[in-house]
């Protein structure tokens, strides 16, 4: 039996033209993080300006900080206070949440069932959770749980939509991931389909409103009462998620794989899909559903960052905040004074980025 | 690290997939797997990885039994090189590799000097060092089978177990894989359809047919005419290799 023969691979190369150039390092990191935060602050000042009366962002800045400090504000400036600190300032920040949670979540679950095209809005996860809401909303029930009891009805839909397409689609304990999509899509249109039978049949005369609310979302209804709620979730959910981020990646490579590096992708998948639906029921409870944000921020943040989870993580809940800012913002004041579904824009702005991105050579998008 | 299959046996739907497996592979032996197509081996490694629990029966490493082992803790001990390479994310290279350091880490700790001298050390070993930046979704299916192979030994286990580690190889990498495996100084079990690759890297073969064992030994005493003739309905002539004497397996197309 001869040696293995000597190594003869040359030293690492440069990339070459054809890689696709990504921040590798560290420092890379901690700058893309930072700047989004700035672009953050700076995109939710500028928005809770914008509106039917316009603030300028210096004034924005100054009643914010009234606020927060308990400063003082002249008498005729009592109007303008009110819709900058109880309607617009909840609505932005609001939205900067769901933003960062929705992206979050789609990281995770196209990480946890290993398909490309997996979020939570894809799966059915969301049309669960507006059921469960809708369902609480209108019969009434859960009282036991006061004001959090949409919250905890659409938790409930969101955890049940998740556990059927998920038991729906594996075989012998095989996850298909086309299975899977199929399975999902099918489940959604499913739940949404209850969801409006239910509106249609309460006494309700805004029946077609509430609807749209529900598939396509808003953030109409945020109050600084329901905020504290989603905060929690939505954080608590992108920190775990964030320590998550090894077996995530071990997970991405496939159950025996995940078994030979000593990850259980049951029990992982298991306790990932409960907090998923956790989060995922809560943003819902407050927004309706909102295609498109979690599908294709993990792709966009992906193509600078990698594939590796705790980068991922790091930085899309930041990006999806963003993002979720302006998407709001266009959907308030481009038709004012009515409004446009939050799911219009993100499908306006979702559908071209998408496409885009699985026609570019130099990513890879769910193989080849 | 001697690794022990007892009376495994896998049932699943009613299938009886491994019956009554018991095979023996000695500290620093290459023992292969050889069978036809569904034979059982996939399903016999998979309980040593643990991706899959026998029915009855036990794995055993060192006589203690797997199952009571934590997954994470037997990871340590035993790394698996697996047939499902298919991967939607695209990680790079040296992003795949380090994963294998996955049982000896706790949370997210980025991996220290140490570690990153053993990825070096594995991808210059398989030759991969030049992909270390390119993104796994772009290799080629040889290329691919490096990284895996490369990923499991760094993950310093005291057994390797491999799935047909040399699909997709061509001639030069599957023979420096397998004299890889001889010179690692690990316990191998190594399921492998190439007869003749088998015989001349392992120690000792089992044969596999329909889940049951019904041969095991030295490649020259289990590789006999008969024997192919049985389990795999293929008429072949054994000739000794001119150089290393390992026997080597000559067929003839016509039934």
Same mark, same amino acid.
């Given at each position: ?100 949670? *929705? ?10 069932v290993r398909n ?25 029930? #859960? ?26 689609s594996s075989t012998?304990?095989a996850l298909s991931p086309l299975r899977l999509v199929l399975t ?63 077996? *995530? ?25 409960? *907090? ?52 709001? #913002? ?17 499908? *306006? ?20 | ?5 007892? /009376? ?5 739907? /009613? ?10 592979? +000695? ?18 490694? &998979? %309980?040593?990885?643990? @991706? ?10 060192? +006589? ?20 499902? +390479? ?26 220290? /000097?140490?570690?990153?001298?053993? %990825? ?5 070993? !398989?030759?991969?060092?030049? !992909?270390?930046?390119? /993104? ?11 990284? !895996? ?47 003749? !690759?088998? @015989?001349?890297? %392992?120690? &000792? ?51």
């Amino acid at each position: 039996m001869s040696p293995p023969a000597p190594p003869e691979a040359p030293q690492r190369p440069a990339p070459t033209a054809e890689e696709p150039v990504r921040t590798g390092s560290r420092t890379g990191l901690v700058a893309i993080c930072a700047s989004l935060f700035a672009a953050l602050v700076v995109s939710v000042v500028v928005a809770i300006g914008l509106g039917p009366a316009v603030v300028p962002p210096a004034e924005t800045a100054r009643f914010l900080w009234a606020a927060l400090s308990g400063g003082q504000i002249s008498a005729d400036e009592v109007t303008t206070y009110q819709i900058i600190w109880q309607i617009r300032t909840p609505r932005v920040l609001l939205a900067a949440l769901v933003g960062a949670g *929705l992206s979050a979540v789609g990281v995770a679950i196209q990480a946890l069932v290993r398909n490309a095209l997996a979020d939570p809005f894809v799966l059915g996860v969301s049309s669960g959770a507006s059921v469960g809401a809708v369902g609480v909303t209108v019969m009434g029930g #859960l009282a036991v749980f006061g004001i959090y009891a949409v919250s905890v009805g659409a938790f409930l839909g969101a955890l049940v939509a998740s556990l059927l397409v998920y038991g729906a689609s594996s075989t012998k304990g095989a996850l298909s991931p086309l299975r899977l999509v199929l399975t999902g899509v099918a489940m959604s249109l499913g739940f949404q389909a209850v969801m409006s039978v239910i509106i249609y049949f309460a006494p309700s005369s805004e029946a077609t409103s509430m609807v749209l609310y529900w598939t396509m979302g808003s953030f109409g209804a945020a109050s600084w009462g329901s905020l504290p709620v989603v905060a929690a979730a939505v954080l608590v959910g992108v920190l775990v998620l964030h320590r998550y981020g090894r077996p *995530l990646d071990v997970l991405a490579l496939g159950d025996e794989t995940a078994a030979s590096l000593g990850i259980s992708p049951d029990r992982h998948r298991k306790s990932l899909l409960v *907090l998923v639906s956790l989060v995922t029921g809560v943003m819902v409870a407050v927004s309706g559903s909102i295609a498109f944000v979690g599908l294709v921020m993990p792709h966009l943040v992906r193509m600078v960052v990698g594939a590796t989870h705790a980068r991922v993580l790091a930085v899309a809940p930041l990006a999806g905040a963003v993002f979720m800012v302006w998407v709001d #913002l266009v959907s308030r004041t481009l038709v004012a004074p009515r409004e446009l579904p939050l799911g219009v824009i993100t499908a *306006l702005v979702g559908v071209p980025v998408f496409i885009t991105l699985m026609r570019r050579k130099s990513y890879m998008f769910g193989g080849r | 690290m001697n690794l022990e299959l007892d /009376g495994l046996s896998v049932v699943t739907d /009613g299938k009886s997939l491994v019956r009554d497996l018991s095979l023996d592979v +000695g500290s620093g032996q290459v023992v292969g797997l050889v069978g036809p197509n569904g034979s059982g081996k996939s399903t016999a490694l &998979r %309980c040593v990885y643990r @991706a899959l629990k026998p029915s009855s029966g036990t794995v055993k490493v060192d +006589g203690q039994e797997l199952s009571s082992l934590t997954m994470r803790r037997s990871a340590q001990l035993i790394a698996a090189m697996t047939q499902d +390479g298919a991967v939607d994310l695209d990680f790079t290279v040296e992003e795949v590799i380090a994963l294998g350091r996955t049982p000896h880490q706790r949370g997210s700790t980025p991996l220290n /000097g140490h570690e990153r001298d053993l %990825c070096e050390h594995a991808m210059r070993r !398989l030759d991969i060092l030049h !992909l270390a930046r390119r /993104g796994i979704l772009t290799l080629s299916g040889g290329e691919r089978q490096r990284v !895996l192979l490369a990923r499991a030994l760094v993950q310093e286990p005291k057994i390797l177990v491999l799935d047909e580690p040399t699909n997709h190889l061509d001639v030069r990498h599957q023979v420096r894989l397998l004299s890889l495996l001889r010179g690692a100084g690990l316990t191998v079990l190594v399921v492998l359809h190439d007869l003749n !690759l088998a @015989a001349a890297a %392992c120690d &000792r073969i089992g044969v596999l047919s329909e889940g049951r064992l019904i041969n095991s030994g030295t490649p020259k005493d289990v590789l006999t005419p008969e024997l192919v003739d049985e389990v795999f309905g293929v008429r072949a002539s054994v000739v000794p290799h001119p150089l290393t004497g390992d026997p080597q397996l000559l067929y003839s197309l016509d039934s």
